[in-house]
């Protein structure tokens, strides 16, 4: 008859996912990237909590070993990695549009390389720093490797904070292109580093090679699933047939990827960037909207999954004082090397500097929230033998950096958003009062924007009071003094072309 693993194991996420998403929905009212993952992580406290409440009781036990051996079986990297996330990326890239890309290419590909190599190594500078000053020491390469799978900004948990904020079209553009294209960075630099730490020779010119290889096939391999997939997307077609044509982009483009050894996740992004904006010519717009729809829903069910997944990790974590302390430490240097690995990344190219919105980097950088790949990379290789001496440093830091992610950068990207973009409506009293003065004084500049639309429906940025921002008073405090450098210096600050 067998024994009903499967059956048991969706039955039991699906009802932990349900409680997590009607409690975090009407209870905390947060994004969803941030809240069911605090809920699931409180629920395994109470469970346990619970479990050493009713040691010894005769009628009522929980068998909190049992449970821990059933979490630990679940493989983390296999359901993600090389598995739902190749619905979420197309599901994003449908709906990206290419225009955007050809746009804000050159800032999306700075994030997404250079920022993101420089963020890991001074991420895990930083962390060998503090691991030595403790008495811990841990050897610097499995840092830096550590740093590898925390840089990368999760397509997830960005496109979850990004949808409970006002935020200008260009940031938004940014976040989420950033989030879709640096995956194949980050698994590279992961598994070129976790090759070395296994005893392979490092060569710096066959890493180059074999990045741009995976790249140059990944993009092929999209490309040509796109083209294939648009030929089959023509003609008349029933709405499931629509789906699961989607679907076999997803999961084709991916696993072909795979098997070429190339970057999946370029692959079904480019496939799906392709499909997204040639489908409008092809199908009607009631069945572009209902498959996008249906997507949509499919990404939301996934996404309850995953981040309760994300809380029920804890059931692995020893959690000491010591390992708390160390990954809040963690979390914060993470948070300073990527404000300083964007900042400098950016110094390279003094024009988009000279171009920027005021608070754009700040934002940026600010927003970069971590998410299931980083975990699902840590909890792939942390029981290989190079590593298993420092599992749970890596595990623990990893978690708590994740989590913390979400709370601080995804709970504060409104306050931060509001000390550059003005906001009537903005917190003035209480904890969040206080949170948004601070925020503001990220603002060295002092003046704000005003996002609006024009007359035709497009996006607008402009000064908020540029009275305040051209003249000045006197010295005899009454006469206004006009300055027509200033004038000319406020419609370069508004000009659409600027980063």
Same mark, same amino acid.
């Given at each position: ?93 449908? *709906?990206?549009?290419?225009?955007? &890309? ?5 800032? #999306?590909? +700075?994030?997404? !390389?250079?920022?993101? @190599? =420089? ?54 553009? *940014?976040?989420?292109?950033?989030? &879709? ?5 980050? #698994?590279? +630099?992961?598994? !070129?580093?976790?090759? @070395? =730490? ?67 996740? #370029? ?7 392709? @499909? ?224």
């Amino acid at each position: 008859m067998g024994n009903y693993f499967l059956l048991q194991f969706f039955t039991v996420i699906f009802a932990l996912s349900i409680v997590t998403t009607i409690f975090n929905k009407r209870i905390l009212g947060f994004p969803q990237a941030i809240g069911v993952p605090i809920v699931s992580a409180i629920l395994v406290f109470i469970l346990q909590w619970g479990a050493s409440l009713l040691s010894g009781n005769q009628f009522i036990t929980i068998n909190i070993h049992s449970i821990e051996d059933a979490v630990r079986k679940i493989d983390f990297y296999d359901f993600l990695v090389n598995g739902v996330i190749c619905f979420i990326l197309t599901s994003s890239a449908l *709906k990206f549009k290419v225009s955007d &890309l050809r746009t804000f290419w050159k800032p #999306i590909g +700075i994030l997404a !390389t250079i920022a993101l @190599v =420089l963020c890991a190594v001074f991420y895990g500078g930083l962390l060998y720093g503090f691991q030595y000053l403790i008495g811990e020491p841990v050897p610097i390469l499995i840092l830096f490797l550590l740093g590898s799978a925390l840089v990368a900004t999760d397509p997830i948990g960005v496109k979850g904070v990004l949808s409970s904020v006002r935020a200008p079209h260009h940031l938004m553009i *940014k976040l989420e292109g950033e989030s &879709l294209f640096n995956d194949a960075m980050c #698994i590279a +630099i992961f598994m !070129t580093l976790l090759n @070395v =730490l296994e005893g392979e020779h490092f060569s710096l010119l066959a890493t180059l090679q074999t990045l741009l290889y995976e790249i140059v096939v990944a993009v092929v391999i999209g490309w040509a699933f796109g083209l294939g997939i648009l030929r089959l997307l023509k003609g008349k077609h029933e709405m499931e047939s629509l789906i699961l044509t989607t679907a076999l982009l997803a999961c084709g483009s991916y696993l072909v990827a795979l098997f070429a050894h190339a970057s999946a996740p #370029i692959a079904c992004v480019i496939g799906g960037l392709i @499909v997204g904006n040639k489908w409008g010519e092809i199908l009607a717009e009631r069945e572009v909207r209902e498959v996008n729809h249906f997507w949509h829903t499919v990404e939301g069910i996934i996404n309850s999954f995953l981040f309760t997944l994300i809380g029920l990790e804890i059931f692995i974590l020893d959690l000491s004082s010591s390992l708390i302390f160390g990954g809040i430490v963690a979390f914060v240097l993470l948070h300073l090397s990527r404000f300083a690995a964007n900042f400098l990344s950016f110094a390279f190219f003094p024009s988009f500097r000279q171009k920027s919105y005021n608070g754009s980097l700040v934002i940026l950088s600010w927003g970069g929230v971590r998410g299931g790949i980083s975990l699902a990379l840590i909890l792939a290789v942390a029981n290989i033998p190079e590593l298993r001496q420092y599992s749970s440093i890596l595990i623990g830091y990893t978690f708590i950096s994740v989590l913390l992610s979400g709370v601080v950068c995804g709970l504060g990207l409104p306050a931060v958003m509001n000390a550059f973009y003005y906001n009537p409506n903005e917190e003035k009293r209480g904890f969040k009062g206080w949170y948004q003065r601070m925020c503001n004084k990220l603002n060295r500049k002092e003046y704000k924007y005003i996002v609006g639309e024009d007359k035709y429906g497009n996006e607008t940025i402009t000064i908020y009071k540029p009275e305040s921002f051209v003249d000045e008073k006197t010295e005899d405090g009454v006469a206004t003094l006009h300055r027509p450098d200033k004038a000319e210096e406020l419609k370069r600050l508004e000009q659409p072309g600027n980063f």
